[in-house]
Structures are given as structure tokens and as C-alpha cells.
């Protein structure tokens, strides 16, 4: 079973267009992350729930809305995509902790912006 | 806020070769460290990850890593590498207590050559 899933996998879209990626954890765990990877393979967290409530929210332009229905899963809307959106975006998971909180990664989705 | 540096950006080794990866560290208090793995066209795997206790964290693939407080480093280690270790490196640290917000270094990119 796949701990931490993505949906779709690669995602080819316009300018413009407005689009969603998802995510699922089946390691019960109780926080979620989406983090964006660049061309340069830079990794930067985006945004991280915990228990269906956001608690980081990065320098994020507002077109980015994540919504979380359920601790499970962790969505990510995407509108008036543009070109520099073009990334690979890693959703991950974790059971919050102060001192043993290790974050799991799904496979990524990798967004072409034409 | 916390930022990390991996000096070594590319990396080329020949197989039996020995590997050291340098990550530094930057934040006035304690930290979870962590090493992070991610081959071609994968996601990220856990390599190891340090808490407290042992500086010295072994993980999985006969990799190891040191954590020296004083010199806020944690770098990784294998006596041998494989030509199956080729991949991006991307250490991470997390305040220990302080939140959820993983940062990461900028990675390196290790190629083992036959």
C-alpha cells in the first residue's frame, strides 16, 4: 500500500487554466504539507495542515488555495496557472510532535505550464 | 529562522569510492536533522535522521551520518557507494519543538560511475 499517494502524477495545462492536485495518506497520521520543487531542485514548504486546520502558510501567491476535507487528505488548487507555476509538487505527512515528528513523501506531481 | 547549506553541489564518484556530504546548519536551538534521498524521477525517501542520543545515526543502504554540535554540522557518510547510489541529497533540519516547518538544504547531486 502506498503510504503518502498523488493524483495525477504529471499534469500538462495552458496559462490561464485552473487546475487541482491531491493528496492522500493512509499513515494516520494528523498533518499534512505541500511543498513545491523547483527546476533547481530547491525544495520549499508551501503550505502544512494539522488536524484540517492550517497552520503554515508560506509566502504563497493567493492563487494556491489547499483545502483539506478530512485529516486523510490534502488538496491543492491551483488558479490562473502561469508559467513560473511550472514545478514539481511534493505532498507529504507527519504525526505532529515536538520532538519525533519525520515527514513523509508522496511521489510527486510534476505541472508543466504552457 | 533556520536555513541549512550543502557546500557540495555535484558530486562524481567512482563505485567502491567513499562518500562524504557536507550539511551545515543554522539556528540557535536545538534541532531535529534529517537526510533525505530522492532518485531520478523519484520521490523522497528517507535516508536517516537524528534526534537525540548517538551523534552517530546509521540509516538505511549502509549509510551513516554525524551529528557535531559545535560545528553545526551533520554530514553523511558510506565507505562504498554503488552505482545504484546515484541521486539527489537534500539534508533537512526542524526546531525541536518549534513547529513543523522543514527546511532544506539545497541538495546534492551525486553520480557514481561504473
Known amino acids: 500500500d502506498t503510504a503518502v499517494s498523488q493524483t495525477p502524477k504529471y499534469l500538462v495545462t495552458q496559462m490561464g487554466n485552473d487546475k487541482s492536485i491531491k493528496c492522500e495518506q493512509n499513515?494516520?497520521?494528523?498533518?499534512m504539507y505541500w511543498y513545491k520543487q523547483d527546476s533547481k531542485k530547491f525544495l520549499k514548504i508551501m503550505f502544512s495542515?494539522?488536524?484540517?486546520?492550517?497552520?503554515i502558510n508560506e509566502t504563497v501567491p493567493n492563487r494556491f488555495s489547499p483545502k483539506s476535507p478530512d485529516k486523510a487528505h490534502l488538496n491543492l488548487h491551483i488558479n490562473s496557472l502561469e508559467l513560473g507555476d511550472s514545478a514539481v509538487y511534493f505532498c507529504?505527512?507527519?504525526?505532529?510532535?515536538?520532538?519525533?515528528?519525520?515527514?513523509?513523501f508522496g511521489p510527486g506531481t510534476r505541472l508543466t505550464v504552457l | 529562522a533556520q536555513s541549512v547549506s550543502q557546500h557540495n553541489h555535484h558530486v562524481i564518484l567512482s563505485e567502491a569510492a567513499s562518500l562524504e556530504l557536507g550539511c551545515n546548519y543554522s539556528y540557535g536551538g536545538t534541532v531535529n536533522l534529517f537526510w533525505y534521498v530522492q532518485y531520478p524521477g523519484q520521490h523522497l525517501q528517507l535516508l536517516l535522521k537524528y534526534f537525540s542520543g548517538d551523534p552517530l545515526v546509521k540509516g538505511i543502504k549502509g549509510f551513516e551520518a554525524e551529528f557535531i554540535k559545535s560545528k553545526f554540522s551533520f554530514n553523511l557518510r558510506k565507505p562504498s557507494v554503488q552505482w545504484s547510489d546515484t541521486a539527489e541529497y537534500f539534508c533537512a533540519v526542524i526546531p525541536t519543538g518549534g513547529g513543523n516547518k522543514l527546511t532544506f538544504g539545497t541538495g546534492t547531486q551525486l553520480k557514481v560511475e561504473l
Open positions: 507529504a505527512s507527519s504525526q505532529l510532535s515536538t520532538l519525533h515528528d519525520t515527514q513523509y
Open positions: 499513515l494516520g497520521h494528523d498533518t
Open positions: 495542515y494539522n488536524n484540517k486546520e492550517l497552520i
